[in-house]
């Protein structure tokens, strides 16, 4: 089994594939190799020319979703509300979801202040 970090390593710093390691990949799966991508990333910010490699899976999120075989077999999501303990105190952060702000409450009078794009 191959684990493979994404940026940096199976890309270059400027996000290319380079032959030798889109070689290297379908070498690796032609010898009965497992191969995974992983990395900090969501399955949504993984390029499409990846999984055309023929990877068998992806461990993203920093481990918080793991896919073996085009199947989700873990799916951990934070909770809507999270709480941060500090120095300075505990900040909450909480989200209603897509289309809502997201709302810090804390010790500071203004923890954040704008929008968010999701």
Do not use: K
């Amino acid at each position: 089994m191959l684990l493979l970090d994404i940026d940096g390593t199976l890309l270059n710093y400027r996000t290319e594939l380079p032959p030798s390691a889109a070689d290297a990949v379908r070498q690796a799966r032609a010898r009965g190799h497992r191969v995974y991508l992983c990395t900090g990333r969501s399955r949504a910010e993984i390029y499409d020319h990846l999984w055309d490699l023929g990877v068998d899976g992806l461990i993203g999120g920093n481990g918080s979703f793991v896919e073996d075989a085009g199947q989700v077999v873990f799916h951990q999501v934070l909770d809507a509300a999270v709480t941060v303990h500090t120095r300075g105190g505990d900040l909450r952060i909480e989200w209603a979801g897509p289309g809502q702000p997201v709302r810090m409450t804390g010790p500071a009078v203004t923890v954040y202040q704008g929008s968010i794009t999701l």
